[in-house]
């Protein structure tokens, strides 16, 4: 008999590890407790199109490891998983066709006090108004490293949009063919929008934002009330080459084909390109291989070289 | 003076006495100006202070009544992050006959425009019934034409919320035909639902920014400082949620719930008199022999199921119905 998850959380005490077994769940959870929600296998949680798969909303920290979040939706914010409150690890976990179509954040919201931690994740074929793959808003703050966000698409930041008063930092992701709609599209990759009284913030570096990434600009930075953009050593396409400073301008060089169509080719530009010590010889890349061989630099992006 | 008042003052500066029907000229222009700022204010006082040996004293008179109650109105020269969403309009002052305030605060003043922000006109309206306070304390008039909003930031976000004070002017932005594009008064003479919005779009950077989606609670949290709530209607078991809302309405906090989108295979709006992809206020809770329903309100101030009086968007929905129609609900703190 399959766990009852919603029963697993409302008995798990603050602090505990309730570990899921394998399987598929149809799921619109709400975790309000400082908890870890752990995959033991592939797992794989439904929402059905009947909300969130995930809420969260607790004053202490939530670590979500190995899951598939799926057929989230909601009309509001956070159709994978809305993180209303409190801090979340979100680990090696992956968010598939999730929709946000009234508000944002298809895959994932993060708002208010709320600070998500990402790590070796995939956001991948989600929907929403602003930020298909995540929305960051009203004081949110992400930290997200080793992700891969592709093919989401939304009015606004195709990928990710970032607006009041949040904070956003991307090390060492991939942003790929996401796309932006609508009749005033912005940002394909990346969507900043501030107020009157408050600048978002977002910072990529080591990153490769795919060629065929898609959309009105990669980059929007809303022109009245701009937040603040820094691309420190990215691999951006060849009409980002305005921003200047240390990244490089040119094709991501993906291999394109088969079931990680984002690898790097060894002609990208990608390749042993990082700097300092973000990426040094032990890190890993989404697929858990060394970003770098032997004593050459790190790639850039979530995948390393191809093979 | 290159401006109508000028050319007129100067006209009539001949070396001679300015009769009273030149005066009354002079007021004809001034009323007619699209805006009575300071500037022309000061503009006809000096004139008046400077040439008073010329004027018949009729016409000091005219000039110097309509210089002590004409009310003069600044313009502030709308932000073009709000211009910019709409080029096919006028923006023009409601007239002189404007008030704030019409009878009170009510949701029946709110009329959504002709933008994709129903989360905040039925958010304004659900703030109008729950306290009316709330929007009365928000919105100061500054006697010039102009008025100040206050919004809170940051609430929920761990420190203290922080004022914003954003002041805009009662220029309406109106199509050929003289109707209102953006949230207006059912009464049109009743100022606050657009200055409300207006002052929302510009904190927010336009009404592009406010027309693509939002959520009524970010406006609760906005206008009243503390903390909203909001989730699906399904994460709710069916009584715990109905009594959610009439406890929430009758501590005198707002409410408002989403529809599910129009191609959403989980409700058919077919016939129901309820909009798919759309918001609505949430006006309170009632059991009626032994019948629970919900009072809502279309933010468009008309359009609802028949059989619920005058159509003015207000109707009573049996309960069941709202779970089956409804896919998210928002409480303010």
């Given at each position: 008999m399959p766990l009852d998850l919603e029963k697993a959380l409302a008995d798990a005490a603050p602090g505990a590890l309730v570990n899921v077994p394998a399987g598929a769940y149809a799921a619109n959870l709400v975790i309000d407790k400082p908890l870890s929600l752990v995959a033991m296998g592939t797992v794989v949680l439904d929402g059905t199109k009947q909300g969130p798969v995930l809420r969260v909303r607790t004053d202490g920290a939530v670590k979500v490891a190995g899951l598939t979040v799926v057929g989230g939706r909601t009309g509001l914010a956070g159709g994978g998983l809305a993180l209303d409150a409190g801090e979340l690890e979100l680990l090696r976990c992956t968010f598939r066709f999730n929709q946000a179509p009234g508000f944002g954040g298809g895959a994932l919201a993060v708002r208010g006090s709320a600070v998500a931690r990402v790590s070796q994740c995939r956001f991948e074929g989600n929907t929403g108004r602003q930020g298909a793959g995540v929305l960051v808003d009203e004081g949110g703050k992400l930290v997200m490293r080793d992700s891969l966000l592709a093919q989401n698409a939304a009015f606004e930041g195709g990928a990710l949009c970032v607006k009041e008063g949040a904070e956003a930092e991307l090390l060492g992701c991939t942003l790929a063919d996401n796309r932006v709609l609508g009749d005033a599209p912005r940002g394909g990759a990346v969507a900043l929008g501030g107020t009157m009284t408050r600048a978002p913030k977002v910072t990529l570096s080591h990153c490769v934002v795919g060629e065929r990434t898609r959309g009105a600009s990669t980059f929007s930075n809303f022109e009245a009330h701009p937040g603040v953009l820094t691309l420190v050593n990215n691999l951006l396409p060849e009409w980002c080459a305005a921003f200047g400073g240390d990244n490089r301008y040119a094709e991501a060089g993906f291999v394109g084909q088969g079931t990680e169509p984002y690898f790097l080719t060894k002609e990208s530009l990608a390749v042993g390109a990082a700097q300092g010590d973000a990426y040094g010889p032990s890190a890993r890349d989404l697929l858990g291989r060394p970003r770098s061989l032997g004593t050459r630099p790190a790639d850039l992006g979530c995948f390393a070289l191809a093979g | 003076m290159p401006n109508r008042i000028g050319q007129r003052l100067s006209a009539v500066l001949q070396d001679r006495t300015v009769t009273r029907a030149e005066a009354e000229a002079i007021v004809q222009d001034a009323k007619a100006e699209k805006k009575w700022t300071p500037a022309l204010q000061d503009q006809l006082s000096t004139f008046v202070m400077k040439h008073r040996a010329k004027l018949d004293p009729q016409a000091k008179a005219v000039l110097e009544d309509f210089i002590a109650t004409a009310r003069p109105r600044a313009d502030l020269k709308d932000p073009l992050t709000l211009k910019e969403h709409r080029t096919d309009v006028t923006w023009t002052p409601v007239g002189p006959d404007a008030s704030l305030f019409v009878d009170g605060i009510t949701a029946d003043d709110v009329m959504q425009g002709y933008i994709g922000d129903c989360y905040l006109a039925a958010g304004v309206a659900s703030l109008a019934v729950a306290d009316p306070s709330l929007i009365r304390n928000a919105i100061k008039d500054n006697g010039d034409g102009t008025y100040t909003v206050r919004f809170f930031e940051g609430v929920g976000e761990g420190g203290r919320p922080k004022q914003v004070l954003i002041t805009v002017d009662d220029d309406v932005a109106r199509k050929a035909n003289g109707e209102a594009v953006y949230l207006s008064g059912?009464?049109?003479?009743?100022l606050w639902p657009g200055l409300l919005e207006k002052a929302y779009a510009k904190w927010k950077g336009g009404y592009e920014r406010v027309g693509n989606g939002g959520s009524a609670s970010d406006l609760f949290m906005a206008i009243s400082g503390r903390p909203a709530d909001w989730g699906s209607v399904k994460d709710y078991k069916p009584d715990a949620l109905f009594k959610r809302i009439q406890s929430t309405t009758e501590k005198h906090r707002p409410v408002a719930a989403g529809t599910f989108a129009d191609n959403d295979p989980r409700a058919n709006y077919n016939g129901t008199g309820v909009h798919g992809d759309h918001f609505y206020s949430v006006l309170g809770a009632s059991v009626e022999n032994g019948t629970k329903y919900v009072t809502l309100r279309n933010p468009w101030g008309f359009d609802e199921p028949a059989g619920n009086g005058p159509d003015d968007g207000t109707f009573k929905l049996p309960f069941t119905d709202f779970l089956k129609l409804y896919d998210n609900i928002e409480f303010g703190g």
């Open positions: - | 059912r009464d049109s003479k009743e």
